[in-house]
């Protein structure tokens, strides 16, 4: 089979494209609680996504084939963790990450050797959604 050129490209990209337009006009129509939910059940399934690829690799059994398949895993889920830092913690722990402060996890554990009601709340996304889950055994600790 030979490969793709720019052409067929195009063509293919351009069937895929009303699709996305429709599924925008959809979540345009998703109330923003609802929005905000689906951004952090989708951080989390990532989150465990990519704490399973981390676990495979350290025991030495990640493939070609799953590296490959999980790189994409590993960029939608950073994006979807800045997105979810910068919109929901921002409002969540009423400030602005600080400087380099990208990801959810590092906004966290700024948080969580602290004794404040921010603390609480990194310590609760610890016990409840992250630290059982990291082959580690803790994420933010």
Known sequence: MDALDFSQM?????????MGREALAWLGAVPWGVR??????????????VMNLQRVHKAGNLGRVALVLGIPVLVV?????????????TVLLLEWPRRGEWTVTARLKRHHGATTW?????????????GSFDPKGTHIN
């Open 77 to 89: 889920g950073f994006v979807l963790d800045v997105l979810a830092n910068l919109v929901i913690f």
């Open 36 to 49: 905000i939910l689906l951004l952090l059940w989708l951080l989390w399934v990532f989150y465990l996504a």
């Open 118 to 130: 921010r603390a609480r709340v990194a310590q609760w996304f610890e016990t409840e959604l992250l």
């Open 10 to 18: 195009a063509q293919l990209l351009g069937l895929f494209l009303p």
